[in-house]
């Protein structure tokens, strides 16, 4: 991926979490810093809301200078000073004890690797315990002045305090992606999700819009029940309910679909760069709901699709591109066709006594020298290696692939291979034949194991041919059919010569060799 496009595609979501080059210390101290940041943000904000419900829902005067004074300006500040300050130095030690690995750069064992997924769950469980803490102090403090107003007071608490720590398990979770992904790393994940994208739907929608429900229905009994509210008051604690609900609904359904966008446009980034030929794109698996399984799935299917390249790969290097086309294209069976083709056979000469005076690996270097450029020029021409015979090759022009002219492709390819193996030198000479004729060319073999290959006379016509050519002076002979069926300018590279009957053969062959 360039670096442009890392940058718009930050890896967790949001580019406040960094990128996956990291090391494990870094992103720990990276994951504290936002994760305390976010958790603290969110539960301030639910404290403001229940102070706000306070001010709203009892008299001013009364809180100012009469019976709620002590419980509004006194017990409950110093409720939410200790409460935060003792939440900070409580949940920054307990998480830093949860997620020891990351500073010690090692991967998480299978335990550590739990409590880490489920480190957004137990910080909420934790700031509950504490609203539950703080919110009994202060609600309690407003009980001694008045009874009437607990139920009332304790709505408001529950209310804030279950939106906050909803929202504060979605930040902690989208914070806790850099390292979620490295838990993900050390082993298969746990078969269920500890919180489900059914229950995250389910949740927000009762923290975003049943508690403002809830509030409202609470409000309306104890409007009825105390006789001092007045109407303006009640209008104004109605639309501070109302908006309230409006901004924690979309906070909440943003968070949701930050948490659940995240994921899904990681693994549609990663299907763009797969699709664009890159199969070593790989999803860190950051999540753990459904959407996690979605990004391993990704991950699964890309792994299969390398090793299917792989394997492609590898049959390509065994049986050439153009049978490794054709049997894309068309199932493989066997059996063949019978199609005109040129031939090019082409041997080494002396390599029996090379092999005889030469250690067996410096003769493997000499041979895969010569079949380099052997390949090299049979391919550029648009021929096909068919086989490697020992210090031989055979190459077809004209199948598997159709070539509008095989006969001249052949015979030029002869005359530049020639060149080619005389400016590499090598310490062998070599014999080539080409021929041209009718052959049956397909699938030999079982049912269990075929090749590719080509049977008929012109195949025999070549290998007579090379023999023959090993002690003519130009090395390379062609037959006659062969340049009748080229064009006239090929054919004009080439001089007709003897004719003779050729080994194991009962119909006379016209020789020709190039000029020069």
């Not at 490697?388 to 002869?414: H, K, N, Y």
Request: hydrophobic share 50%; glycine share 10%; aromatic share 6%.
């Amino acid at each position: 991926m360039s670096p442009e496009r890392e940058q718009t595609r930050p890896p967790w979501g949001t580019r406040l979490l960094g990128d996956v080059m990291e090391p494990p210390p870094r992103r720990k101290r990276r994951v504290q810093v936002v994760l305390t940041s976010t958790v603290l943000v969110t539960h301030l904000l639910g404290v403001a809301g229940v102070v706000g419900l306070q001010w709203l829902l009892l008299p001013f005067d009364e809180i100012v200078s009469g019976r709620f004074r002590t419980a509004a300006l006194v017990v409950t500040p110093i409720a939410v000073l200790v409460m935060v300050t003792f939440g900070l130095v409580w949940i920054t030690w307990i998480v830093r004890r949860w997620l020891s690995w990351p500073d010690e750069n090692r991967p998480p064992t299978p335990e550590e690797q739990r409590l880490c997924l489920s480190v957004p769950l137990r910080l909420s469980l934790l700031t509950a315990c504490l609203w539950a803490v703080g919110g009994a102090v202060s609600v309690g403090a407003y009980g001694v002045a008045a009874v009437s107003v607990v139920p009332v007071m304790t709505v408001a608490v529950v209310t804030c305090g279950a939106l906050s720590c909803g929202l504060g398990y979605l930040v902690a979770e989208i914070s806790l992606r850099p390292l979620t992904a490295i838990a993900f790393k050390v082993g298969p994940p746990p078969k269920a999700p500890v919180i489900g994208i059914r229950f995250r739907l389910i949740a927000i929608w009762v923290v975003g819009l049943g508690m403002p429900l809830a509030a409202l229905v609470v409000l309306a009994f104890y409007s009825v029940s105390d006789a001092e509210v007045p109407a303006s008051r009640l209008a104004m604690i109605l639309a501070f309910i109302g908006i309230a609900g409006i901004v924690v609904s979309i906070a909440a359904g943003w968070l949701l679909v930050t948490a659940m966008l995240a994921p899904i446009r990681s693994v549609s980034w990663a299907m763009e760069e797969l699709a664009g030929g890159n199969v070593a794109t790989r999803i860190d698996v950051f999540d753990g709901t459904e959407l996690g399984q979605l990004q391993r799935g990704f991950n699964d299917m890309a792994d299969m699709i390398a090793e299917r390249q792989r394997l492609r790969e590898l049959f390509v290097l065994h049986v050439g591109s153009q049978v490794a086309r054709a049997a894309e294209l068309q199932e493989p069976r066997l059996g063949g066709d019978t199609t005109e083709v040129a031939v090019l056979f082409v041997d080494l000469v002396g390599s029996t006594r090379l092999a005889a005076t030469r250690p067996p690996g410096e003769v493997v270097e000499v041979l895969n020298d010569f079949f380099e450029v052997v390949v090299d020029e049979v391919e550029n021409g648009g021929g096909f290696v068919d086989q490697f015979q020992g210090d031989a090759a055979l190459a077809i022009f004209g199948a598997p692939a159709p070539l509008a002219d095989p006969a001249t492709a052949a015979l030029g390819v002869a005359r530049r291979l020639t060149a080619a193996l005389a400016a590499r030198g090598g310490p062998l000479a070599t014999g080539m034949g080409v021929s041209f004729g009718e052959v049956v060319a397909g699938y030999v073999g079982s049912a269990r194991r075929f090749e590719y290959t080509v049977i008929g006379d012109a195949v025999n016509e070549a290998a007579r041919l090379c023999e023959l050519a090993k002690d003519h002076p130009t090395r390379v002979l062609t037959s006659g059919r062969a340049l009748d069926a080229a064009t006239a300018a090929e054919a004009a590279h080439w001089q007709r010569g003897e004719t003779l009957v050729l080994r194991g053969r009962t119909d006379p062959t016209s020789l020709a060799s190039p000029v020069g």
